[in-house]
């Protein structure tokens, strides 16, 4: 897997205080995507052990302070990102357990649960924003999402419910 950039004490990308992983690969192909450049899954440099003791360090080190993890892109749930940020979450997850993880998607809630592989690296997150980001919908006084389309979804509500629960 390979990633455009990590992003220290960042605070658009969801609540809080958070790192957030830019990772490459990504078949939506929106128009008017402001990351371009990550839609190839060789764009960027290769995640290593190096760039995972990085973040889990800085967790370490600020972890009263940061909030969270949030996943963006590309698309963390593009086919060659799934298993390596499963394995990323699963570690983390155990970690800091007190964290939450965000991501984003460009593929819907519904999409995302008829492949279990994808099932299980959203079921490890907090927070989903679904769906591809739509031009025609751009609202940029949407929270957290960049058209009116997408949903920010509370993924362990929505789980437990067995429907989608909208987080607030």
């Known amino acids: 897997m390979n990633y455009s950039g990590i992003k220290y004490s960042d605070m658009i990308n969801g609540k809080g205080i958070r790192v957030s992983l830019f990772v490459s690969g990504c078949t939506h192909r929106c128009k008017g995507c402001f990351n371009k450049d990550t839609w190839e899954a060789d764009y960027g440099k290769p995640f290593t052990q190096k760039e995972e ?5 800085y967790f370490e080190k600020y972890g009263k302070t940061v909030r ?3 996943l963006l892109g590309g698309d963390p749930t593009y086919h060659m990102n799934v298993e390596p940020l ?3 979450l699963q570690k983390f997850k155990k970690r800091f357990p007190d964290k939450d993880v965000w991501m984003w998607s460009g ?3 519904e999409q995302l649960q008829e492949d279990p592989k994808r099932l299980a690296l959203i079921s490890l997150c907090d927070v989903l924003v679904d769906g591809r980001f739509v031009l025609e919908q751009k609202d940029l006084n ?3 999402k960049g058209s009116r389309n997408q949903r920010v979804i509370d993924v362990q509500k929505s789980i437990l419910d067995g429907k989608i629960v909208e987080y607030v």
């Open 53 to 57: 003791d990085e973040i889990f360090l």
């Open 86 to 88: 499963t394995e990323l």
């Open 107 to 109: 593929f819907t809630w």
């Open 68 to 70: 969270g993890l949030s």
């Open 142 to 144: 949407q929270k957290w």
